[in-house]
Nanobody, 110 residues
Framework: VQLQASGGGLVQSGGSLRLSCAAS????????MAWYRQAPGKEREWVAT???????NYADSVKGRFTISRDNAKNTGYLQMNSLKPEDTAVYYC?????WGKGTQVTVSS
């Protein structure tokens, strides 16, 4: 199983980024997918989950700003991040079952 996260980068406060998580070696469409993030010096925290049927759930800190989605035909999940804040700066990871992607860095400048 491989999960490849991409789409991170440097953006100004208020900007947007779209992260992708491409899955291989797994029947992606039958599994829930989640995004987590880890800021420097902090614990990894849950950001959002989308069930196999497409139902999303969000951490309070990102609710209303982030949107999780998936395209099962492409074995890919997404995290659309709008109205980014400096406190969103972190390495973002995708997770399916017990498998983690390598992470993609998101940096939001003030």
């Amino acid at each position: 199983v491989q999960l490849q996260a991409s789409g991170g980068g440097l953006v100004q406060s208020g900007g947007s980024l779209r992260l992708s998580c491409a899955a291989s070696g797994i029947i992606f469409g039958t599994k829930d997918m989640a995004w987590y993030r880890q800021a420097p010096g902090k614990e990894r925290e849950w950001v959002a989950t989308i069930t196999s049927s497409g139902r999303p759930n969000y951490a309070d800190s990102v609710k209303g700003r982030f949107t999780i989605s998936r395209d099962n035909a492409k074995n890919t999940g997404y995290l659309q991040m709008n109205s980014l804040k400096p406190e969103d700066t972190a390495v973002y990871y995708c997770k399916v079952i017990r498998y983690w992607g390598k992470g993609t860095q998101v940096t939001v400048s003030s």
